[in-house]
Nanobody, 124 residues
Framework: QVQLVESGGGLVQAGGSLRLSCAAS????????MGWFRQAPGKEREFVAG????????YYATSVKGRFTVSRDNAKNSVYLQMNSLKPEDTAVYYC?????????????????WGQGTQVTVSS
């Protein structure tokens, strides 16, 4: 059983930056591909970025490519999402998710564990 806890959300003006963190416990973190998803009010949860469990390959949604960077530190059992040049449309609850020894998946249902989410609000 893996527990995931996100942090780092908050209120920021458009053009600003935030760094989200996701701390994992209860499993072998290095064996999990990690994904970041977000869900805005009235919308479905959508893939934002992900990083593979082996090799560290990263993947991004088109809407965030060039602005967001996903990274991981296996020694700290953590994954991060650096968000720059934030836009009001980035406003959502952001979730991290873990999938055991799989590739990075863009479908939420393919992940085994989820955090509780952290709110990101970007004002115009």
């Amino acid at each position: 059983q893996v527990q995931l806890v996100e942090s780092g959300g908050g209120l920021v003006q458009a053009g600003g930056s935030l760094r989200l963190s996701c701390a994992a416990s209860g499993g072998t973190f290095s064996s999990y591909s990690m994904g970041w998803f977000r869900q805005a009010p009235g919308k479905e949860r959508e893939f934002v970025a992900g990083i593979r469990w082996t090799g560290g390959s990263t993947y991004y949604a088109t809407s965030v490519k060039g602005r967001f960077t996903v990274s991981r530190d296996n020694a700290k059992n953590s994954v991060y999402l650096q968000m720059n040049s934030l836009k009001p449309e980035d406003t959502a609850v952001y979730y991290c998710a873990a999938g055991y020894r799989g590739g990075v998946q863009v479908v939420a249902g393919r992940y085994d564990y989820w955090g509780q989410g952290t709110q990101v609000t970007v004002s115009s």
